[in-house]
């Protein structure tokens, strides 16, 4: 069964630094969105992204993040500076379109900024 | 806005129990419901899916049904075991917009032998 990948499972980085966190979507997908979740909290959406571009973003998806499928099946989440408050799972999910149809989730990665 | 509600966890069942999960929801028009389950140290799996009214959804035993009139969706299992240790997540997607998903807060499941 296809299934959303992504990479790193888990990724350390000091305060300030920028990482890119990778997805790969499913293949005949079309619309694509990343998902945060600080330890013990809920799912909180950060972003979709559809046609090449940002279709609606969260509060929380301020100028230090951004997004960007580079090529036919990657879609990444950079996030410039990173700051303690950004140590969550993050998670990719994708789409294969609008209304009843669901998102499918990759298993995440870890981000801990120290 | 557009919400879920949950009923506080966590949950502790013994093996063979009749497990409730309440889930209520606030939207402005019709949306999709969902179950997700996140086993410990895994992502988010769906678990089950409604989109319309009186849908009933399940998978693996599991079953919850889309009322509209109590804007409710709990989510059931006649007898749960061991291996159902989870966190579940009752989820709402918007049929507007790019739909994004909403998440409730979860509800962590404990299975006891």
């Known amino acids: 069964e296809p299934e959303v990948t992504q990479t790193p499972s888990h990724q350390v980085t000091q305060m300030g630094q920028e990482v890119i966190l990778r997805c790969v979507p499913i293949s005949n997908h079309l619309y694509f969105y990343w998902y945060r979740q600080i330890l013990g909290q809920k799912v909180e959406f950060l972003v979709s992204?559809?046609?090449?571009?940002?279709?609606?973003k969260s509060e929380i998806f301020d100028d230090q993040f951004s997004v960007e499928r580079p090529d036919g099946s990657n879609f990444t989440l950079k996030i410039r500076s990173t700051k303690l408050e950004d140590s969550a799972m993050y998670f990719c999910a994708s789409s294969e379109g609008l209304a009843t149809y669901e998102q499918y989730f990759g298993p995440g990665t870890r981000l801990t900024v120290t | 806005g557009n919400s879920v509600t949950q009923m506080e966890g966590p949950v502790t069942l013994s093996e063979e129990a009749f497990l409730t999960i309440n889930c209520t929801y606030t939207?402005?028009?019709?949306?999709?419901l969902f179950w997700y389950v996140q086993y410990p140290g895994e992502g988010l799996q769906l678990l089950l899916k409604a989109t319309k009214a009186d849908d009933k959804g399940s998978n693996k035993g599991f079953e919850a049904t889309y009322r509209k009139e109590t804007t409710s969706f709990h989510l059931e299992k006649g007898s749960v075991q061991v291996s159902d240790s989870a966190v579940y997540f009752c989820?709402?997607?918007?049929?507007?917009?790019?739909?994004?998903?909403?998440f409730g807060p979860g509800t962590s499941l404990s299975v006891i032998p």
């Open positions: 989820a709402l997607r918007e049929k507007t917009s790019y739909d994004k998903v909403i």
């Open positions: 939207a402005t028009g019709y949306p999709s």
């Open positions: 992204f559809y046609n090449n571009e940002i279709s609606e």
